[in-house]
């Protein structure tokens, strides 16, 4: 039976998502030339996903383009010290540290079991000196970071990638936005929510959809940004994310 070319639902040990395997076949072709398995990070990022998928932890990392871009975000910015409010396994962490040797990275990760396969994953990565992994809620830790540059012991963020509870989308972006400096860039992930986004019913019942959309309309009002939405589909499903430069 040929492959199937057009978008259908399917379930995995990993999650469910749509997929369609013209989306899935250019991901695979893209990385296989513009990042292939020669380049020094590779078996890092590799060891991280396999380190993930052992310990159980969801398959809701950034896909591999993703993070490659948001790495080459930095690079082109000269960021020097990043953000990041939901680490995961450190995945898309150890894309940012490793794609750029003088970036200064905080992660922040709500779950123990999460942060600690994280550091594991960042110490194999060789970049733990670079890359903070700090334990605890979002709401509770992010003013702290603030309150530390507001004092003069901290640097603003060039760069922030929020992948977090996504009920508080917009109260991490604006702490974010609070923490960075001028033309600094912010990323919010998820925001397409699975190409929900825009269907008002949805929110009601799906807090992924709310708070996508909350974050859409403040951002929109939001003096201090610029923003836009990007969608994307890959291999793992129809989303897309917000981007926003601080003026």
Partial sequence: MPAPTTTQ???????????DTRWISIDAYTMSHLHPSTRPNHAALAH???????????????????????ALQCRMLGVTHALEVGTLGGYTAIWL????????????????????????????AGVADRVD???GAGLDVLPRL???IRGGTRERFGFTFIDADKLNNYNYFDLAVQMSGPRACICVDNIVSKGKLA???????NEMVRGARECVERVGKDERVEGTVL?????????GFLMAVVK
């Avoid at 639902?9 to 997929?19: L, M, P």
């Avoid at 969608?231 to 989303?239: A, F, L, P």
Wanted: aromatic share 4%.
């Fill in 9 to 19: 639902k399917t379930t995995t040990s990993r999650g469910d998502y749509e997929i």
């Fill in 48 to 70: 991280t996903l396999q380190l993930c998928d052992e310990q159980s932890l969801p398959n809701i990392a950034c896909p591999s383009p993703h993070g490659k871009f948001f």
């Fill in 97 to 124: 540290a490793t794609e750029n040797p003088a970036l200064r990275i905080t992660t922040v990760e709500a779950n123990p079991r999460h942060a600690a396969v994280a550091r594991d994953n960042i110490r194999a």
């Fill in 133 to 135: 992994v700090v334990l």
């Fill in 146 to 148: 603030l309150d530390e």
């Fill in 199 to 205: 269907m008002e019913g949805e929110a009601a019942g």
């Fill in 231 to 239: 969608q994307t589909v890959g291999e793992k499903d129809y989303d």
